[in-house]
């Protein structure tokens, strides 16, 4: 995908949205080619307060919007698992990440100035 020429055509560059890359393949497979990464996470805290902040914010345009609360529930408690697992990964890896479970604008505007964006 970086190879093809179409992904630095952009200033500053884009942004993917690639859940299932991990940290430990970032570094082994992408880390050195023009790409820097960032993690969004929420590690810091517990399901039930995940899946309150996936209904407060969840839209129509979502997918989740329609599914029942035991699934975002069950959903939830994954994302959290994860997010612990990611978390480690990027500290023992030194990559950014962000926990935006917590003042998520404040963080978002932390991100963009960390990019220069």
Known sequence: MLDSGEYDEFEPGMVLD????LPEDYMKYIHGANCEIAYFITSDVTPEERFAIQKRYDTEKDYTFYK???ELREGAEYIVEQSIYMKGQCQEYDLLYFETARDREQ???RFLQEFKL
């Open 18 to 21: 690639i859940y299932q890359l």
């Open 68 to 70: 029942s609360d035991e």
């Open 107 to 109: 963080i978002f505007r």
